[in-house]
């Protein structure tokens, strides 16, 4: 279980996050919403204990990673995968030894051991043939799977995190991406790998996640499911309902 208790977290003057609170389950299939700036990704390096609040906890498995050392943390961002933002590959590496760098950098694992990973994640993302290329050669979408890939060679995640996996794609690559979250997370709770997603892209969100939270002005303003979403008289969150129905052909 993960838990942020009254987190608040500014740089310099600006107010990040006010005291935000939730808690959730590694299975839970879960989005982060917000406008551009409002915090998102500064949750998912809270999370990983990349950065330390100013003030509040934030309890991973009942233990508060804000006091942890760097040794103790490890041990804590192993339970996470963690697709960033700026997920940019090596570009100096092929695909084989972006998605190896974990393995050699923080495991002990022998040639044969890291070959035998690495050809099981790509398959397992459906591009076993893009092994030798470099990420030039690569388009958008395969990108994004090489960096997928790469989040989870070092570790068997409990949860995954992706920031803003989808953004940059066009809609059908984007598409893909979503349905390979999915299949990535299939099973049923409580054994199941759960995941974050943060976006702003709303439509995205909504073909992979279960609960939604929305955060604005450092505050968190929903948190539900979609019926509650579909009840909400927030005109921010009313604009993302339509949003949905458009795509659906609706509207
Ligand atoms: N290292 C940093 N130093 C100073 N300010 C920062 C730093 N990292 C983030 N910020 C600021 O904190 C705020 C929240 O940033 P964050 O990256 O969490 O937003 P976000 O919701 O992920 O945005 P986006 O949708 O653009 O990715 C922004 O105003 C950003 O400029
Ligand atoms: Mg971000």
Do not use: W
């Not at 697709?83 to 998605?99: H, P, T, Y």
């Not at 690495?118 to 690569?138: F, G, Q, S, W």
């Not at 439509?203 to 579909?230: P, Q, S, W």
């Amino acid at each position: 279980m993960i838990e942020f208790r009254n987190v608040t977290l500014a740089y310099g003057r600006n107010v990040v996050l006010k005291d935000v609170s939730f808690m959730c389950q590694f299975h839970e299939k879960i989005a982060v919403l917000g406008g551009s700036g409002g915090g998102k990704t500064t949750i998912l390096k809270l999370m990983l204990g990349l950065i330390k609040p100013d003030s509040g906890q934030i309890l991973v498995d009942g233990q508060d990673i804000t006091v942890m050392s760097e040794s103790e943390l490890r041990d804590i961002r192993m339970k996470f995968s963690i697709v960033f933002q700026e997920g940019a590959l090596f570009d100096s590496m092929n695909v084989k030894e972006n998605v190896a760098f974990s393995l050699r950098e923080y495991t002990k694992s022998s040639e044969e051991e890291i070959d035998k990973r690495v050809r099981d994640l790509l398959k397992i993302l459906k591009i076993e043939k893009a092994i030798d290329l470099m990420p030039e050669e690569l388009s958008g979408g395969m990108q994004r799977r090489v960096a997928i890939a790469r989040s989870l060679a070092g570790c068997e995640p409990k949860m995954m995190l992706y920031d803003e996996a989808t953004t940059g794609l066009d809609p059908l690559t984007a598409d893909n991406i979503c349905n390979l979250i999915n299949e990535l997370s299939k099973g049923e709770p409580p054994g199941r790998v759960g995941f974050i997603i943060v976006t702003h892209k709303v439509t995205d969100a909504a073909k992979v996640a279960e609960r939604y939270i929305f955060i604005r002005n450092g505050n968190i303003i929903f948190d539900g499911n979609i019926d509650e979403l579909k009840k909400t008289e927030d005109a921010t969150l009313k604009k993302f309902i339509n949003e949905l129905y458009v795509v659906d052909g609706y509207a």
